[in-house]
């Protein structure tokens, strides 16, 4: 079992940026893929980043590619997400998952998840 606890969110202005930290307990943090995910209101969770389990591949949705980036620490057990040239439309309850298998885009391969921190960016 794996715990996970996001932080970091809250309210920003447009163009603005924001780093969300994911920290984990429970297992060996290095054995995990980790990956972000956002929900908007009345939307589907949708794929942001991921992160193979020593950091040394990354991946990125189209539409977050070039301003978020994914990082970890294995030390400390704890994964980011940088968030840059933030826009209205990034508002949304941002989520960290873990997998022990292969990063991948899939909301339903991450057994593990977080209980979200709330992002809102203003115009």
């Known amino acids: 079992q794996v715990q996970l606890v996001e932080s970091g969110g809250g309210l920003v202005q447009a163009g603005g940026s924001l780093r969300l930290s994911c920290a984990a307990s429970?297992?060996?943090?290095?054995?995990?893929?980790m990956g972000w995910f956002r929900q908007a209101p009345g939307k589907e969770r949708v794929f942001l980043a991921a992160s193979s389990a020593s950091g040394s591949s990354v991946y990125y949705a189209d539409s977050v590619k070039g301003r978020f980036a994914i990082s970890r620490d294995n030390a400390k057990n704890t994964a980011y997400l940088q968030m840059n040239n933030l826009k209205v439309e990034d508002t949304a309850v941002y989520y960290c998952?873990?997998?022990?298998?292969?990063?991948?885009?899939?909301?339903?391969?991450?057994?593990?998840w977080g209980q979200g921190t709330q992002v809102t960016v203003l115009s």
């Open positions: 429970g297992r060996t943090f290095s054995n995990y893929a």
């Open positions: 998952a873990a997998s022990p298998a292969y990063p991948t885009t899939r909301a339903g391969a991450y057994p593990y």
